[in-house]
């Protein structure tokens, strides 16, 4: 019989094999390159910069097809990332059939796939992203018995000539329909490809940052994505950020993922929302309150927060957009429903009301379980981040808040239930913790607390290592007091870092 679920999925190939990608094996794929006149086969992987990278495969015979899907290619994994030596550089990469999608953008009928590192003993590569997040995920269920899934927000700005008409109200965008805001159709589109390529999407809409500069509109715009295991997030992130760019580049629109645009412009952010589910349930909540769980794992990211941002803040700019006022993070702090902590959360359809039916009075009165959709939300990271470490460092961190023999203290520590930036809460949040100013005080703050990311061998030390190098090359320990006020020299700072992540 045939399953009407998957014929009315989204995902172009659960549509045509009728089954769930995470299902999808070695004979699937072979179907589909037959069934779809396949001609080449893309693997793609991401690089020190955040990016995908591809490597291209024409077809020309049913046993090159077996042979690349079983036994993969060989690659210089020193022209990939910093910290491996050229004098040891071959890495292999796999497919994971799992991820197999086409791609929307090629003539040439293509199916793409994205890839896992294996180091020269035909085992995983212990530094690469896509096994520390699932190494991170692993010790995160082994010690506490839950699995950790994430979703993120996919903020950016789309740029095109300034029409000048109906303008919108600068930083006024949020949510604003056409025609004030003229980005939402190029949006939409991305929507419906990453949808077929398997992104499990959320929602989509403008954002607050809109404004006109040198003849050109930038708007801002938002996508969100529904949470799924945190391996399968990173995936979808890194598929959807291609996709935005390559329809932008196709358009002859501009785009661009940077975290700070201009000055007193609101910058974009890469927020991630967490749960923890056991037994395909939502355990962030208890009898309708925040779960004791949830609490620890919140403690774990307040403790761990200033070093989080060596994964999820990579460039000067990051730390232009971490300013007061900016609805963007400064404070170490947590609270509900508040937008100026560095971790909230959100409204979770606590309150047992049938909303439906008062908004629809002809609606029947129903009850239903809305505990599945209560999250925490992180607002440090931004699109510079390299989402598989990003992703990792926030398993770590939940996971240390179980370790933490005071993680009910620090939570309580850490609760802010007013707006941190009101003088009249000053003195009450004196004593709380800040996140860098730079990339280089984000190095300083990955360096003294990088044992926990390390435990489980979960982290790498050849990672952690780069991962700070990287940081302190920038040396902008005093860079946000150097430019204050030369426009030029923040101009010329954000197009360098314009395509980052």
Not at 188 to 194: K, T, V
Not at 244 to 249: D, H
Not at 361 to 385: C, F, H, N, W
Request: proline letters at 5%; aromatic letters at 8%.
């Amino acid at each position: 019989m045939e399953n009407n679920l998957f014929t009315r999925s989204a995902n172009r190939l659960e549509a045509h094999l009728g089954k769930d990608a995470h299902s999808f094996t070695k004979e699937d794929i072979k179907q589909v390159v037959t069934d779809l006149s396949i001609r080449m086969v893309n693997f793609m992987y991401p690089a020190d910069d955040g990016r995908l990278k591809t490597l291209n495969f024409i077809l020309h015979s049913p046993d090159y097809l077996e042979t690349i899907l079983t036994s993969g290619e060989r690659v210089d994994g020193s022209s990939l990332f910093s910290f491996i030596a050229a004098s040891s550089s071959d890495l292999y990469v796999l497919p994971r059939f799992s991820t197999a999608f086409i791609d929307p953008f090629e003539e040439i009928p293509t199916l793409s796939m994205l890839c896992s590192f294996f180091d020269r003993d035909g085992n995983p590569l212990e530094s690469a992203p896509e096994h520390t997040l699932r190494k991170a995920m692993s010790a995160f269920k082994k010690v506490t018995g839950m699995d950790f899934h994430a979703m993120g927000e996919l903020e950016y700005y789309v740029i095109r000539p300034d029409e000048g008409i109906f303008p919108a109200d600068d930083q006024h965008g949020y949510h604003e329909s056409t025609p004030f805001a003229k980005g939402n159709s190029f949006r939409m589109r991305a929507m419906q490809l990453i949808a077929e390529c398997g992104g499990k999407i959320k929602y989509g809409h403008s954002e607050v940052g809109n404004f006109v500069e040198n003849g050109r509109c930038y708007e801002q715009n938002e996508i969100e994505f529904l949470p799924v295991p945190a391996n399968d997030c990173a995936e979808q992130l890194l598929i959807a950020k291609w996709i935005i760019r390559s329809l932008g580049y196709e358009e002859g629109l501009d785009v661009t993922f940077a975290p700070k645009i201009t000055v007193g412009k609101a910058g974009s952010g890469m927020h991630i929302h967490m749960r923890m589910m056991k037994d395909g349930r939502n355990r962030m909540l208890a009898d309708g309150q925040l779960s004791a769980e949830a609490r620890r794992a919140i403690a774990g990211m307040m403790d761990l927060a200033e070093s989080i941002t060596a994964f999820g803040n990579k460039n000067p700019t990051s730390y232009f957009r971490l300013v007061p006022h900016q609805e963007a993070p400064t404070n170490v702090c947590w609270g509900m429903s508040n937008r100026s902590v560095l971790v909230r959360v959100p409204l979770g359809w606590t309150s047992g009301e049938d909303m439906c039916h008062k908004a629809n009075d002809i609606e029947p009165l129903t009850e239903r379980d809305y505990t599945g959709k209560q999250t925490v939300e992180m607002r440090s990271p931004d699109g510079s981040a390299d989402i598989y470490q990003l992703l990792a460092g926030l398993c770590v961190a939940c996971r240390h808040g179980f370790e933490m023999p005071d993680a009910e203290e620090e939570a309580e520590r850490t609760f802010a239930d007013g707006d941190i930036h009101d003088p009249r809460n000053s003195a009450r949040y004196a004593t709380l913790a800040q996140l860098p100013d730079s990339c280089a005080a984000s190095a300083d703050c990955l360096e003294r607390q990088r044992k926990v990311y390390e435990e489980h061998d979960v982290f790498s030390p050849a990672m952690i290592d780069g991962i700070i190098r990287q940081l302190r090359a920038f040396d902008d320990r005093t860079l946000r007091k150097d430019i204050e006020g030369k426009e030029m020299m923040m101009e010329r700072l954000v197009r360098q870092y314009f395509n980052c992540g």
